[in-house]
Structures are given as C-alpha cells and as structure tokens.
C-alpha cells in the first residue's frame, strides 16, 4: 500500500484551524496534516485494534438495545396511562432537562474521554488533577441551571447536578478504557430504573388503566404534578454514586499538576459551545412543537420519533468503543488504523440499524397504536424518521472522527448550520403541519449535520465511510478477533 500524506494546508491561502495550537500531538500530526499512512490494517496490530473495538461496540449496542427498549416502554406506560396533553407536557419536560443537562456537562466527558486516552505512557500521572477541572465547573453549572430553572420545572430540576456529574464521571471511565461502567449503569440500570418508577407512579395514579378502564391523571388527588417528572429523574442518583465509586479505583490520586485546568478547557472549550447546540438539536424540536402546537402534537410527535433512539444508541454505543482508539490512532499519525475503524463501524451500524428502520416504515401504521387512540395519524412521521436514520447511519460516526482529529471547531460550526436549518424550518412549518412540520425541520438539519463532516473528512484526509474495510468488517475472522 502507498505511503500517503494528505496535502498540507498553505498558511497563506488557508490558516490553520484556530484549535491547532491547542490539541498537542492530535492538533500537530493530524490537524496540520503531518499523517502517513501506517502499516496495512490488516496485520496483527489492525486486528487487534478492530477486536477490541467488536466487543466493546457490541458491549456497547446490547447496552444500546436494553435501554432502547426501556425508553419505548416508558413512552408506551406514559402514553396509555395518561392523556394525550398530559403526556405531551410529561415529554417537554423530559427535554428540557436533557437539554439543560446537556449544556450543563460542557462537553467535559469528551475532554476527559481526549486526555485520558493519551496518557497511557505516563501512567496517568495528574489525570486526577484533569477529573477534579473538569467536575467543579460542571456542578457550579448544572447547580445554577437547576436553580434557574426551578420556577418552571419544579422540584426535578434538582436533579440537573447529578446528571451532569454522572455523565462525566462515566466518560472518564470509557477514557482508561472500562466501557463496562458505562453500559452496566448508564445503559441498563438508568433506563430500566425510570421505567419501573415511572410505571409504578401511573400504577398510583391511573389504576383503573390497568385494570382495562380509562381513567384520566389526576384522579388521584395526593399525586402531585411533579411526581412523575421526579421519578423519571431519581435513578440518576444511583447512577452517580456507582460511577464514581467504579472511577476511584482507576485514577490514582496524583498532585494538581500547573496549567491542568487551562489544557483540558482549551481543548474542551470550543466542543462545549458544540455539546451544548447538540443537545439543544437533539431535543428542542419537541419543545418547539409543544409551544407551536400544543402538548398533544409534542406526545404524537415524541411517539412517533421514540424509535429514533435505536439508532443514536447504537451509534453511541459502537462511538463509545471506537473514541478512544481514534483518538490514540489520530494522535500517532496511523491514518490506516483510523480509516479501519471508521468504515469497519460505518458497516457494523447499516447492518444493525437498516432492518429496524425498514421494519418500522413498513409496520408504523400498527407500530403507533400501541401508544392509544390518537396516535396512528403519525404515520408519516415515522417515514421520515426512518428514511433520515438510513442516510444518517450511513455517513457512520463522521463527527466523532472530526472531533477525535481535534477539528473541535470545524464540528461546532456544522452543528450551528445543522441546528439554525432545523428552527428555520421547524418556525415555518409546524404551525401548519404539526409533528409532520417538525419531522421535516429535524430531517433537514440531521442531513446537514452529516453532509458537512462528511465532505470535510474526505478533504482533508481522504476518509470515507465505505472502502475496502467495509467489507473485511464482515468476515468471520474480525469477529473472532474479538
């Protein structure tokens, strides 16, 4: 195989990114252009790399599956036990919490995820140091959010500190490499926690419901109007103090070595602003429709779009493997290696999530009314959902190969775009289209998000989601490898 050097920027005509200066080794052999291709990923450090990242990816999308199938249980409870504005005000709560939580985190994980992954040869000598600057302005954050916030959400915006912090400390535990933590606590005990709670406060409130009567909430006049929010909330908790007692016997407690806090957030800095439009994206089209259209459309719409979740959990479980070893890869220069992740995982998704989106165009009309009456004209929702995770899972997981390249502000400007395309739309169509209006504001955004680091990749360095690693990604031997 060639030896190839993707063609360096002229620093007349075209100035390095601004995060170059920043990113140490990534930023100086990676960002500048200085990678050469390694040896053929197909030698025994190749197979390695990519058996390492099958079992903790399939780790990663059995956790992904659990939680799945939790999250469209709790809708299905939510829907059945409570009416169509009631669980429409249920979700937009739900959202905005997510999307205070996940502003609140600032991106932190990531870094940590970043300098963790690169300090294997210095036996992590002050990583303590980069987990205490990275937890103290999270909490300050979230505890400010959940302040602001209280006048609004109620009592369940208390919560907001501990989901950011818990968040964090899991991701500092994918950065020495422990993905069990994550998938034990995050993808199994967090989603089927909120479910049973939340099952148990429709059992208090709606019984009649499950005895085969209808019974509208609120007939219950000591359940108050926060108690399912809170319960939705309180495994979080658990959570929390499990990861850290999980992360303490990983990180040996060095001195705070100078300038800690300073690297890790001039790394983090420009992906926290990303972070933040991220999880505004990923959850503001439910708001939107709730403040347009009502609560009843915002149900319909989170119904019809709760199946979205099977294919960001199965990206997020394979990009939970995969992150720290790009990282590493881009760090060294090994375009090769980080080429093979990128496709053999971009295979891996299409195979796993293509026959869900398929299966769910074709029964969608039978699919929906499992949430009750009201709820089957969503059909056309749900073809737009599935057409746009099709082509969003084929791109792969093209921002967590930006971003592991340290292009940290070439992904925030593709999120803005992906972001302002959705509420431009969203503003313009949901008041005559409803959850359609919103699908359709959302598939627009999600193929922007895509379309740019897609293009961006293979300018830079000639990286594509599908090539000749797509298909050694599927013979028996890269399975048995794991």
């Keep these: ?207 009649p419901w499950l005895l085969g009567t209808a019974a509208p909430t609120g007939t219950s006049p000591w359940l108050p109007a926060w108690a399912l929010p809170v319960a939705w909330a309180l495994p979080y908790l658990p959570v929390l103090v499990l990861a850290a007692l999980a992360l303490r016997g990983r990180a040996p407690r060095t001195p705070y070595l100078p300038g800690t806090g300073r690297d890790l957030w001039r790394h983090t800095a420009p992906r926290s602003v990303a972070a933040a439009v991220q999880a505004v994206f990923q959850r503001f089209d439910i708001v939107i429709v709730a403040l347009l259209a009502g609560p009843a459309q915002a149900a319909v719409y989170t119904a019809a779009t709760r199946f979205k979740i099977v294919g960001q959990l199965a990206n997020q479980g394979l990009a939970q493997a995969v992150q720290p070893r790009l990282v590493r890869a881009l760090a060294d220069g090994d375009l090769a290696v980080a080429r093979e992740l990128y496709q053999a995982t971009t295979m891996w998704l299409v195979l796993l999530t293509w026959p869900v989106w398929l299966a769910y165009a074709l029964a969608a009309p039978w699919l929906l009314r499992l949430f009750g009456d009201g709820y089957g004209a969503a059909t056309p929702v749900a073809l737009v959902l599935a057409a746009t995770m099709m082509a969003a899972t084929a791109s792969g997981m093209v921002d967590v190969v930006l971003t592991a390249a340290g292009h940290t502000t070439a992904s925030l400007r593709n999120l803005v775009a992906a972001g302002a395309c959705t509420v431009l739309l969203d503003l313009a169509l949901i008041p005559a289209h409803g959850a359609l209006g919103a699908a359709l504001g959302w598939s627009a955004g999600v193929l922007v998000r895509n379309a740019l680091p897609l293009w961006q990749l293979h300018h830079r360095y000639g990286l594509r989601p599908f090539g000749r690693h797509s298909r050694s990604a599927l013979r028996p031997r890269a399975w048995a490898t794991a």
């Design 1 to 207: 195989m060639a030896h190839l050097t993707p063609p360096q920027p002229d620093p007349h005509t075209d100035p390095p990114p601004p995060e170059q200066a920043a990113y140490g080794k990534v930023a100086r052999r990676v960002a500048s252009g200085e990678v050469v291709e390694q040896a053929a990923p197909g030698g025994s450090a190749g197979r390695v790399a990519l058996g390492r990242v099958v079992r903790g990816g399939l780790a990663g999308v059995m956790g992904a599956g659990v939680a799945a199938l939790a999250q469209f249980g709790l809708v299905v409870v939510v829907t059945r036990a409570f009416s169509v504005e009631q669980a429409g005000a249920f979700f937009t709560v739900t959202a905005l919490m997510l999307m205070a939580a996940g502003i609140a985190k600032l991106d932190a994980g990531n870094g940590l995820v970043y300098f963790i992954a690169r300090a294997d040869a210095s036996a992590y000598r002050g990583i303590s140091g980069y987990i205490r600057a990275a937890l103290v302005p999270v909490t300050g954050v979230a505890t400010l959010a959940g302040v602001l916030l209280y006048p609004w959400l109620g009592p369940v915006a208390l919560a907001l500190p501990v989901m950011a912090v818990a968040d964090v400390l899991l991701a500092a535990g994918r950065g020495f490499g422990a993905l069990r933590p994550t998938v034990l606590l995050g993808g199994v005990l967090l989603p089927i926690g909120q479910l049973a709670l939340v099952a148990g406060v429709a059992l208090a409130g709606t019984s």
